[in-house]
């Protein structure tokens, strides 16, 4: 393989990462905004449905998705000759990325379950 090809790879899906995260800001900040200004509309069972429908299912997507181009920007790394002797891929060497995975999980659950109170 080129070796271009896993650094090309990298950037692609290093900006499919920032997408979702940004994704993901702007969709709980409208939410937020909708709590705060929702009104009495907010009291109907149906839309504390939808929205609650959309806090979890959309907040699943983006863990997922984000996890998912973390895992192949570690593999597309690990691709890159002589990645691990470079300054980047000696930090990601001591970090320890399941930790990084689990605080993506763990912050992204705290806000859903603060939004979910916040609709209930």
């Not at 070796?3 to 940004?22: C, G, H, N, Q, Y």
């Not at 939808?50 to 299912?57: G, H, R, S």
């Amino acid at each position: 393989m080129d070796p271009s090809t896993p650094v090309e790879m990298m950037k692609l899906r290093a900006a499919d990462a920032r997408a979702i995260v940004i994704s993901f800001t702007i969709t709980h900040v409208g939410l937020a905004l909708i709590l705060g200004f929702g009104g009495a509309g907010l009291q109907d069972s149906g839309v504390q449905l939808a929205l609650a429908t959309w806090v979890v299912l959309g907040s699943l997507w983006c863990v997922a998705f984000l996890d998912d181009a973390m895992q192949d920007l570690m593999a597309a790394a690990s691709d890159v000759p002589g990645f691990e002797n470079s300054a980047m891929g000696k930090r990601l060497e001591k970090t320890p990325v399941v930790v990084v995975r689990v605080a993506n999980v763990v912050v992204a659950g705290l806000i859903v379950l603060a939004e979910l109170l916040a609709i209930y």
